[in-house]
């Protein structure tokens, strides 16, 4: 069964950097298409990040030019760099991949920027 696992959430003060993982064990699909979203307190879950083909990514205009979204497909696993970090990221963050119809979700890490 596949399975997703996030990991690299934390509490982080404004500016500063956190780097997320996601781990997909006993993939059936390719790293790319895999995608971050995020879910406040008292708000809908956004999408954030989406890994293309080739290694670039589409991002959500909140997060453009501070998040950046890789994958190592060698390792079954997206990463989401997040520098520059500011109280309104505070989230819980999900990895999420759609094969075949059939939506794979993590459990999520929460990242919290406060001071």
């Known amino acids: 069964q596949v399975q997703l696992v996030e990991s690299g959430g934390g509490l982080v003060q404004p500016g500063g950097s956190l780097r997320l993982s996601c781990a997909v064990l006993?993939?059936?699909?390719?790293?790319?298409?895999m995608d971050w979203y995020r879910q406040a307190p008292g708000k809908q879950r956004e999408l954030v990040a989406v890994?293309?083909?080739?290694?670039?990514?589409n991002y959500a205009d909140s997060v453009k030019g501070r998040f950046s979204i890789s994958g190592d497909s060698a390792k079954n696993t997206v990463y989401l760099q997040m520098n520059s970090l500011k109280p309104e990221d505070t989230a819980v963050y999900y990895c999420?991949?759609?094969?075949?119809?059939?939506?794979?979700w993590g459990k999520g890490t929460q990242v919290t920027v406060s001071s």
């Open positions: 006993r993939s059936i699909f390719s790293v790319y298409g």
């Open positions: 890994l293309i083909s080739g290694g670039s990514g």
């Open positions: 999420h991949a759609r094969f075949r119809g059939v939506h794979y």
